[in-house]
């Protein structure tokens, strides 16, 4: 492609210099071709990377490429933020990452009330979540104006603060839970950093504090001149594998390719977050719940942050559903990239597909008859590997289980027998997707008459000899496969607890169960959960 100030004649030197003037502040270096859009940061990188207050010219980033870094945090935005930002461009943005750099989006908003920084803006205690949501909103705007696409890592910077104000460190937790929650809800992921003492070590503290939404991503300042991302203070399981930056160096000057600059040196390891695999209805990057007023009969939507489900977002999906006595999410029945729901009504056994549309549903169509002599009608996702998702059933006259296999055009194929006798005996049979990773999909059921739970991990054609996950299971109802809701690699099961109506998520680990955390209240008058 040719250089768009080219004048191959040499006849116009004042054209040139015009155009190399505006191309320099478009696109952020001398000739440089209209920048590609530019992707989510800082992508995947393992490795060296530096931060320094005004995000360097093209040609000097250029020149740094001689150095060992190909890292570097930008302070993109933040009402604290103290330099200036004249080549913080989107063009800027397009040819650092074409050249091998990977950005660090740093945020510097509101600082906490006890901040021992001299920053001049700080938060108000009695309205940090409302700051903390304000703060991502303006975040996302920002990151959206320089062409950072979702979902980039953007990343809190909050500096030291004491740790003798109860007050003062509630308000940075509420406001680093909503920033984290509004984040999530614009399509982008959060960092924090913080020094060791104070910020990080109220993180490390409430990394599993029910209804907190901690941050996806740490970046830890321990200036002691060690590049590593493991530290004594920071639990292993804590932000594993690939969510981990540290600071471990401050202020000094560093010269490559004859450019000097001021810099603080970092070690990263940052990676995407795995996919929520499945039960996103509505798009945004983590699994959800759907439930059932029975009041109303309305089909509402709960969305969950990987934290927990955030019940005053909740949002309706239409009425209707009261006449119906099976409601579950098949998956991506109908290949449009989103999440459909299948139903059986309840005075004729006839089984509808209803096709999601991330905020409902489109016209409903009948795919079967006589379901009502099935029960535990369960998704099981795309069981037979054909490229469809798939449901389960316990036929009630032989007691065996049976696959009804997805068809293209909405439809179900023939049953095909997978499980022999005494299924009866099961009830809230769920399926949980690939849960032991190895590549059939899984089915957790309990036993009614002891309340023991059961794993069948999937094979070819049916399921391995079940093995036992827990006990004391009566206590619960709604069993749910919902995806990786905490996106740490591993699907994971949500149930009601009868006796408080709490929903509680049971993390996995690829084997069994872990302790689990509530993720929400109040789900009284809320079934079926899907």
Known sequence: MAAPCGDPGGRRPLFRLLCTAIAATVFGTVGAAPPAAAA???????????????????????????????????????????????????????????AGWHLLPIYLGPQASCTTSNKRYRIDNTQAAAQGRAAADDA???AAALGLSAPSVLIYDMEAY?????????????????????????????????????????????????GYVRPDYLD??????????????????????????????????????????????????????????????????WSDVLARTTSSGNLVLYPGNGTYLDTAAARGLGGGWGAMNAIVRIGDLNRDGREDVVARQSSNGDLWFYPGTGSGFGTRKRIGTGWNSLREITAIGDFNRDGYPDLLAVRTADRNLYLYPGRAGTTLGPRV?????????????????????????????????????????????GFAARR???????????????????????????????????????????????????????????????
């Open 417 to 461: 027998r997978v499980g022999t006798g005494g299924w009866t005996t099961m009830s809230e049979l769920t399926g949980v997707g690939d849960f032991d990773r190895n590549g059939v999909p899984d089915l957790i059921a309990r036993v009614t008459s002891t309340g023991t739970l059961q794993f069948y991990s999937g094979r070819s054609g």
């Open 220 to 285: 830890f300042a321990r200036w002691d001149g060690v590049a590593t991302v493991t530290d004594p203070a920071i639990p292993a399981s804590y932000w594993p594998p690939h969510r981990r930056m540290k600071q471990y160096r401050g202020d000094h000057q560093e010269t490559y390719g004859g450019v000097t600059i001021n810099i603080d040196n970092d070690y990263v390891d940052f990676g995407p977050l795995p996919s929520a695999t499945f039960a996103d209805f509505n798009r945004n990057g």
């Open 40 to 98: 989510p940061a800082p992508g995947t990188f393992t490795g060296y990377g530096f931060d320094t207050c005004t995000a360097p010219s093209s040609a000097t980033m250029d020149a740094w490429l001689a150095s060992p870094y190909r890292a570097i945090g930008i302070y993109f935005g933040g009402n604290n933020r103290a330099c200036a930002q004249p080549n913080l461009t989107p063009g800027w943005v397009a040819h650092q990452q074409a």
């Open 140 to 142: 996302a705007t920002q």
């Open 468 to 530: 036992q996950i827990g006990s004391s299971w009566d206590t619960m109802r709604d069993l749910v496969g919902v995806g990786d809701f905490n996106r740490d690699g591993y699907l994971d099961l949500a149930a009601v607890q009868k006796s408080t109506n709490y929903v509680f998520l049971y993390p996995g680990n690829g084997s069994t169960l872990q302790a689990r955390v509530r993720v929400a209240t109040g789900f009284s008058g809320r079934a079926p959960l899907l």
């Open 162 to 210: 004491r740790t003798d104000d109860a007050a003062c460190r509630a308000g940075v937790l509420a406001f680093m839970s909503a920033w984290t929650a509004r984040l999530h809800d614009r399509g982008h992921l959060s960092g924090f950093y913080s020094s060791m003492a104070s910020g990080v070590a109220d993180q490390v503290a409430n990394y599993r504090t029910a």
